[in-house]
T-cell receptor, first 116, second 115 residues
Framework: DQQVKQNSPSLSVQEGRISILNCDYT??????FLWYKKYPAEGPTFLIS?????DKNEDGRFTVFLNKSAKHLSLHIVPSQPGDSAVYFC???????????????FGKGTLLTVNP | DAEITQSPRHKITETGRQVTLACHQT?????MFWYRQDLGHGLRLIHY???????NKGEVSDGYSVSRSNTEDLPLTLESAASSQTSVYFC??????????????FGQGTRLTVV
């Protein structure tokens, strides 16, 4: 049973426009969410995260929105650049009773292509 | 600088052979993870460890084992390699203690081909 879902395998946008990548989750115990970016032949790199106590987190061109009632989060990239072309993974984690987060559960990823 | 390294980067092995993939991190992180990446499946968790001598099975653990004898290393062993284990393997680590320490750092990956 897939707990983190990225239903769009690919997305293509024009340079300068907004890219919106979506992610849904089923486990209501998840309380911390992350986005990773992956280039070919490299390991995933952390991009941005959000705690379940927030509904928005912004870092430069990247903004993550969380809608807990819908169990949905999205990553907005504005403006999109050709160098943003990569696979984007959504990930989720839960906090244990000791206040620690541990393993990450990943979605299948979305391939973003930004055309010049 | 602290880092996480995997070796080898590429490996070709024969069906039935035992293979060990190495992972070494210098962040002194308690938590270490092994994932495999396959087309159409994303990143799936194989095994993970929350500290020395601790190991746990992930969602795709059959045919794999790990051991954690120190903080820095979590080798992944394929007991008897199968063609279905042809994949790209990623090791990762995080501190895990407290909110915001969930961010995991990944190695460069090992591409394993079983022929």
């Amino acid at each position: 049973d897939q707990q983190v879902k990225q239903n769009s395998p690919s997305l293509s946008v024009q340079e300068g426009r907004i890219s919106i990548l979506n992610c849904d989750y089923t486990n209501s115990m998840f309380d911390y969410f992350l986005w990773y970016k992956k280039y070919p032949a490299e390991g995933p790199t952390f991009l941005i995260s959000i705690s379940s106590i927030k509904d928005k987190n912004e870092d430069g061109r990247f903004t993550v929105f969380l809608n807990k009632s819908a169990k949905h989060l999205s990553l907005h990239i504005v403006p999109s650049q050709p160098g943003d072309s990569a696979v984007y993974f959504c990930a989720a984690s839960r906090t244990n009773s000791g206040g620690s987060n541990y393993k990450l559960t990943f979605g299948k990823g979305t391939l973003l292509t930004v055309n010049p | 600088d602290a880092e996480i390294t995997q070796s080898p980067r590429h490996k070709i092995t024969e069906t039935g052979r035992q293979v060990t993939l190495a992972c070494h991190q210098t962040w002194n992180h308690n938590n270490m993870f092994w994932y495999r990446q396959d087309l159409g499946h994303g990143l799936r968790l194989i095994h993970y460890s929350y500290g020395v001598h601790d190991t746990n099975k992930g969602e795709v653990s059959d045919g794999y084992s790990v051991s954690r004898s120190n903080t820095e290393d979590l080798p992944l062993t394929l007991e008897s390699a199968a063609s279905s284990q042809t994949s790209v393997y990623f090791c990762a680590s995080n501190r895990g203690q407290g909110m915001g320490n969930t961010e995991a750092f990944f190695g460069q990956g090992t591409r394993l081909t079983v022929v």
